[in-house]
């Protein structure tokens, strides 16, 4: 089993900045690839960032690259989303995932992420 818990969220202006923060437990985070998704109201969920077991490798949605900035800390079993230049179409609930097997690969698929955080209010206002 795994336990993730994302806090960080709150409400911002157009152009501010926030990052998210994502607590593991249960499975070895470090051998595990992560991810954050989210989903805006009347919207299926998407993906917005992944992140490998190492660090090395990261992949991200079109509409936040540039802006956004996915990281891990394995030894305090956390992963951050660094989110600049916040646009009102980030509004959204901001969902930290781990896979549903273990694999330390990055993922950009929602159906490989088995785990779920509570999820984090994101709103900006323009």
């Known amino acids: 089993q795994v336990q993730l818990a994302e806090s960080g969220g709150g409400l911002v202006q157009a152009g501010a900045s926030l990052r998210l923060s994502c607590a593991a437990s249960?499975?070895?985070?470090?051998?595990?690839?992560m991810g954050w998704f989210r989903q805006a109201p009347g919207k299926e969920r998407e993906f917005v960032a992944t992140?490998?077991?190492?660090?090395?490798?990261?992949y991200y949605q079109g509409s936040v690259k540039g802006r956004f900035t996915i990281s891990r800390d394995n030894a305090k079993n956390t992963v951050y989303l660094q989110m600049n230049s916040l646009k009102p179409d980030d509004t959204a609930v901001y969902y930290c995932?781990?896979?549903?097997?273990?694999?330390?690969?990055?993922?950009?698929?929602?159906?490989?992420?088995?785990?779920w955080g509570q999820g984090t209010q994101v709103t900006v206002s323009s």
């Open positions: 995932a781990a896979p549903r097997f273990s694999t330390g690969a990055a993922t950009t698929r929602l159906v490989d992420y088995g785990y």
């Open positions: 249960g499975r070895t985070f470090s051998r595990n690839g």
């Open positions: 992140i490998s077991w190492s660090g090395a490798i990261t």
